[in-house]
């Protein structure tokens, strides 16, 4: 096909705006699945995704689309991820695009992620056609939304479609606007091949399938192509175009088309997002700019709830990074839970998603010590250590100086929240920046805050402060001094290294108070008094008791019967197995789950 009728673009907007149902009515109207064939929002193809709603990998399509001036384009719909954790992968999908269809809900307006996904949109240069979806909901207020959208992001809205995704109602006119308004891609197929990677999954067959932009040259099966930051290099053995349901290989990609290749490439770590495939006979002069090293942003330990499915869990994370290069994980010991490991994730959501695939697909109990960031330490002889586990904080006399990150927040608010929500700010150690009026009910309330203090449940309590309404995005803004400790649990005198945490100092007596509180309700009576201690080197700063009990299962069967005693000491041991031994003490598994939950 000419480059003149291509059209690559992908679909933005605040999540539950409706992304997913208008590519959903994409596909059907330009015919690349029948309804029937449709299982609903084929382009978030994992069932936890589905469940929460939220599109976690980048995936691409390639549609034909009839259009109105007689003339057949091919649509290339670049899925992005929809969660703040994924916001590089998203600028790469958005690289690779000449323009973005941005969904407003016009029962809702302008939100977090409208702004932060147009913006990231602009920055790539990309023409943005706005669309405002939910007309057919009799809440839906599609003038005021449109002057919103006008005077909020500047662009001219109020000929925008005014559709329903969900009926199909005028989704018709979106196709004609994206032939309209959206540049067909330049580039010259004769020069050195300059290929985008925005997304790489793993087949078993296939081995890693490769999504790419093609910005300049072309390629073809049999080519030797090289990824230039990893420099690895390979042998095409397919390229092609994404279908809705399968792959259709070609015999050539060139400048301007977005398709997969396949190279037998055994690991994802040699496709990084953001790299450029480029000849290996004829390489480019340079990769394409925009490249960034994906770090891990908040880190824990995962450890099996039953020791003996180590191996188990070891082969279920493996698994799941052959998906995910973003996933990092290695071997850990703790003395209180045995052997595990220390995981790195983008962020907090990135973390639970992970936690309940292993629970739910590998049908693994686990136990996780709480999140945390990676601090940056300088010793007094000058080295400067990243750590991210409590159990390497180094010993405060040799430290001269502690930094922990910052992002910048922003939250989006109705007026009436503002207070609650910066209170919620001031609590979690932020610093006001400023506050700026939307239009007459709405506010931008920007913060500076600790990485640390927002991993946890930040985005829960702003929605429950503000029962819903309110939004909120983050960048990472880098590193600043700040007042840290680690702060030690002891149980009947003993220290339980996978309870310990990096702290704030002034948030270290109520953290301490805290998790004392919540340990003596989570750990059952012993023959002997517990106490439950918080330290801070060396320094008890809280406690509490667990009273002693004798616990006689026994004493229930009045003598006689030995099977129903046998029965009664099996049961016992079925429980201990949960059981962590500290020292003298048993711990429930479930106790170390329990304090990461303290409000
Ligand atoms: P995404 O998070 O942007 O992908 O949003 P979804 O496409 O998953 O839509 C979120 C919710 O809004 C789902 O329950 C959809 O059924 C619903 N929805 C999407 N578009 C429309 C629409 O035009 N009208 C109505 N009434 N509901 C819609
Ligand atoms: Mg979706």
Redesign the pocket.
């Known amino acids: 096909m000419s480059k003149q009728n291509i059209r690559n673009f992908c679909i933005i907007a605040h999540i539950d705006h409706g ?2 149902t208008l590519a959903d009515r994409i596909l059907e109207l330009t015919q690349a699945v029948d309804k029937r064939e449709m299982e609903s ?1 084929l382009l ?1 193809n994992m069932d936890l995704e589905r469940e929460r ?3 976690i990998k980048a995936r691409a399509v390639t549609l034909r689309y009839a259009a109105k001036d007689g003339q057949e384009y091919e649509f290339n719909l670049i899925d992005t991820p ?1 969660h703040v954790d994924f916001g590089y992968e998203v600028s790469r999908s958005l690289a690779a695009c000449e323009g973005a269809v941005l969904i407003v809900d016009a029962t809702q307006g302008v939100e977090a992620q409208t702004l932060a996904n147009t913006y990231m949109a602009l920055e790539h240069d990309l023409e943005i056609l706005p669309v405002l979806n939910k007309i057919d909901l009799p809440s839906a207020e599609p003038d005021r939304v449109a002057r919103e959208v006008e005077d909020e992001i500047g662009l001219p809205c109020l000929d925008a479609p005014r559709i329903s995704a969900k009926t199909g109602e005028n989704v018709g006119e979106v196709l004609e606007a994206i032939v309209a308004g959206i540049p067909a891609p330049q580039g010259d197929e004769t020069a050195p091949l300059q290929a985008l990677i925005f997304d790489a999954v793993y087949d078993s067959y296939k081995g890693v399938i490769v999504y790419v932009r093609l910005r300049e040259g072309g390629v073809r099966p049999g080519d030797r192509i090289r990824m230039m930051q990893t420099g690895a290099e390979f042998d095409v053995v397919e390229v092609g175009h994404m279908g809705a349901l399968s792959l259709a290989p070609c015999d050539k990609l060139e400048a301007g088309e977005v398709g997969y290749i396949t190279a037998s490439i055994k690991s994802l770590r040699e496709t990084r997002v953001g790299d450029t495939v480029t000849g290996a006979d004829r390489p480019a002069d340079e990769p394409l700019a925009g490249y960034r090293r994906v770090v891990p942003m908040v880190f824990c330990g995962i450890y099996p709830a039953d020791g003996a499915r180590y191996n188990d869990l070891r082969e279920a994370l493996d698994k799941l990074q052959l998906n995910d290069a973003s996933l990092s994980f290695e071997p850990e010991t703790s003395a209180a839970l045995g052997f595990g490991f220390r995981c790195g994730f983008l962020g907090l959501l990135h973390l639970e998603i992970i936690i309940e695939r292993l629970e739910r697909e590998f049908d693994l109990d686990l136990v996780t010590t709480a999140p945390s960031v990676q601090y940056r330490i300088t010793l007094t002889d000058g080295t400067v250590k990243l750590v991210s586990n409590p159990t390497d904080y180094p010993d405060p006399a040799t430290i001269r100086s502690a930094e922990e990150p910052f992002v910048n927040g922003h939250i989006y608010t109705p007026t009436d929240y503002v207070g609650s929500l910066m209170e919620l700010c001031q609590n979690r150690r932020g610093v006001f920046k400023d506050m700026k009026y939307l239009d007459a009910t709405r506010v931008d309330l920007h913060y500076e805050l600790p990485l640390g203090e927002i991993v946890y449940d930040f985005f829960d309590a702003i929605k429950s402060l503000s029962r819903g309404y309110a939004s909120y995005d983050y960048d990472v803004k880098g590193y600043e001094l700040s007042k840290l400790v680690r702060l030690d649990i002891l149980i009947n005198g003993d220290p339980v290294d996978a309870l310990s945490l990096i702290v704030h100092t002034d948030k270290a007596y109520e953290r301490g108070r805290k998790i004392c509180e919540k340990l003596k309700d989570n750990i059952p009576r012993q023959l002997f008094e517990v106490p439950i201690q918080a330290a801070i080197g060396g320094k008890i700063i809280a406690r509490e008791t667990v009273r002693a009990l004798r616990k006689d299962v026994l004493a229930k069967c009045y003598g006689g019967d030995i099977t129903r005693k046998k029965k009664l000491l099996e049961k016992q041991k079925e429980g201990k197995k949960k059981m962590r031994q500290i020292g003298t003490v048993e711990i429930p598994s479930e106790a170390f789950t329990a304090v990461l939950k303290l409000d």
């Open positions: 992304k997913s929002q978030d709603g939220i599109t929809g």
